[in-house]
């Protein structure tokens, strides 16, 4: 291990601060680069590496390569290649790391099936500051979820020119449809998406020299207990159990995962899925007493969810808490973003837009506006939110912004400080924190 001791236990100290909210089970996988210095370790494969002195041991870490002989997108990637690494499905890819460049992006992959198919949650370092996505890559095309900017509502450290001796630590965690990027503990960005379900972890580089040590992968899930449900309160002292809402009951597993997942999709917490007499329990919550379960029944049932009932299961490590579903604000019907330019033809507005993601601003798009092509990024729930935006942009040089408020669910959200973030119409986040 080539990390400094001390730096490695306080950045763990970070990581622990999470650990109620997503549970570690089983080590998948882990590496230490011990391998010959200069060599590829062997459980890993390089992907889109422009030359061979890319992703090799230096100095027990494991090197991405010179980010100035990245071409094309900048993208490269090492993925495990481990005994059922393709089946890996709700897990926890983590990795120290130190970026050299002073720009680019350092890459966390998951549910890996090849380049063209997974998923990547990245911090990116640009002239426009810093900022957090998570990307789904299918059939080719890369979709950002959704993103976080410094500044703008997350807190994210200078990640840029950094040094062996000051490691940060990132992660990346899938469980199920849910998908969370935290950098030294802090979350930065979490998505849902269901398009992959399983496949391999690994780390990656954009346009940027990035060092990574002790990878681990991890089975994870939300908090949960394993035992069957039991028909009345188990044996052991007050606190030893929690009461749950049994949503649905299905005659196949398959039903109900499938279940589960559109539960934490919508913000359902602690769901979980049991065989109870050859048939399959989907419940969620996890309530101290039987009277706060009936209070939250009784609270979703006036929304017009039907609940089966409130079944007792064994505590376990669940962490309790207060309601079943995470409560999501009521949205303006409008938002402000910015227009950042007006174009006659296609390909002007193209060359905008690329600039914009060149400099690290996330999120921009084309819309016809008439005959003409407009470049807008952005999403605020009050217009001082957007000017402070727009004015950030212009010390950068931009010019001709225009603040312009529209309908809530056509623009890309940025989260704003001073205000209340919006959910994104793309990728509802739910789940790993923010419960209530």
Request: charged residues 25%; contains cysteine; proline residues 5%.
């Amino acid at each position: 291990m080539a990390l400094n001791r001390t730096a490695f236990w306080g950045v763990l100290a970070f990581v622990a601060a999470f650990s109620r909210e997503v549970r570690t089970e089983e080590l998948l996988f882990s590496d230490s680069f011990s391998a010959r210095q200069g060599e590829r370790p062997a459980a890993w494969a390089a992907v889109l590496a422009p030359t061979p002195r890319f992703w090799y041991v230096e100095e027990n870490q494991l090197a991405s390569g010179a980010g100035e002989d990245l071409g094309g997108s900048g993208y490269s990637f090492a993925v495990i290649q481990a005994p059922q690494s393709d089946q890996w499905t709700s897990c926890s890819i983590g990795a120290f790391f130190w970026m050299r460049s002073r720009t680019g992006r350092a890459v966390l992959v998951g549910r890996w099936r090849d380049e063209n198919n997974h998923y990547e949650a990245s911090v990116q370092v640009s002239p426009a500051g810093r900022s957090g996505y998570i990307d789904v890559v299918r059939e080719g095309a890369r979709k950002t979820l959704n993103y976080s900017v410094a500044n703008l509502g997350v807190a994210i450290p200078a990640i840029e020119g950094g040094s062996r001796d000051k490691p940060h630590y990132l992660q990346f965690i899938m469980v199920g449809p849910i998908l969370a990027l935290y950098l030294d503990g802090d979350r930065l960005v979490e998505a849902t998406d269901g398009s992959f379900d399983r496949g391999s972890a690994g780390v990656g580089v954009q346009h940027s020299m990035v060092f990574f040590d002790n990878v681990r992968v991890e089975r994870a899930r939300i908090a949960g207990p394993r035992s069957p449900i039991p028909r009345g309160a188990p044996d052991g002292a007050e606190g030893d159990q929690i009461y749950q809402l049994l949503m649905n009951i299905f005659a196949s597993e398959s039903d109900a995962r499938r279940f589960q997942n559109d539960l934490a999709a919508s913000g359902y917490l602690n769901v979980t899925v049991e065989a109870v007499e050859g048939r399959w329990h989907v419940a969620a919550g996890a309530f101290q007493t039987e009277a706060e379960a009936e209070r939250e029944r009784a609270y979703l049932e006036s929304q017009g969810t039907r609940i089966t009932g409130v079944v007792v299961r064994s505590r376990g490590t669940t962490q309790v808490l207060p309601v079943a579903r995470r409560r999501t604000p009521s949205l303006p019907d409008k938002v402000f973003a910015l227009r950042l330019g007006r174009f006659a033809n296609l390909a002007e507005a193209d060359a905008l837009k690329r600039k914009l993601e060149t400099d690290g601003v996330a999120g921009p798009e084309i819309r016809q506006e008439g005959a003409r092509f407009a470049v807008v990024a952005g999403g605020f729930v009050t217009r001082p939110d957007a000017e402070k935006w727009r004015s950030s942009l212009e010390a950068r040089k931009y010019k001709d912004l225009e603040v312009i408020e529209e309908a809530r669910n056509s623009a890309p959200v940025v989260v704003a400080q001073a205000a209340q973030p919006l959910a994104s119409a793309t990728a509802p986040t739910a789940g790993i924190s923010e419960y209530y």
